[in-house]
């Protein structure tokens, strides 16, 4: 499976932003795909997941109510949808496919990675 992040920027506080992720490969194979952050000197943070055929979604606590997760089987692409930025949401955000574990939300539950795309909220 190969994954290709787009969709970041630069945009002031309260702004949104819409990440996309398209896969590619045996995307068959795709049991959830997730979208993690990491900030300069910190470690990489889940942000949100889907099932990918099921549709079910789970986000973190940091960005309910503000970040959506949604995908379109038939481009084979998942989505962020991000709302009501806070500066805090500064960070490169990558998107993840997960083929063996299930419904996880840490790095090591996900195989395949894109290559990361810079979000920067300025205040």
């Known amino acids: 499976v190969q994954l290709q992040a787009s969709g970041g920027g630069l945009v002031q506080a309260g702004g949104s932003l819409r990440l996309s992720c398209a896969a590619s490969?045996?995307?068959?194979?795709?049991?959830?795909m997730g979208w993690f952050r990491q900030a300069p000197g910190k470690d990489r943070e889940f942000v949100a997941r889907?099932?990918?055929?099921?549709?079910?979604?789970y986000l973190a606590d940091s960005v309910k109510g503000r970040f959506t997760i949604s995908r379109d089987k038939a481009v084979n692409t998942v989505y962020l949808q991000m709302n009501s930025l806070k500066p805090e949401d500064t960070a490169v955000y990558y998107c993840?496919?997960?083929?063996?574990?299930?419904?996880?939300?840490?790095?090591?539950?996900?195989?395949?990675w894109g290559q990361g795309t810079q979000v920067t909220v300025s205040s």
């Open positions: 993840a496919a997960d083929v063996d574990h299930g419904l996880g939300s840490l790095p090591r539950d996900y195989d395949y």
């Open positions: 490969g045996r995307t068959f194979s795709i049991n959830t």
């Open positions: 889907i099932r990918w055929n099921g549709g079910s979604t």
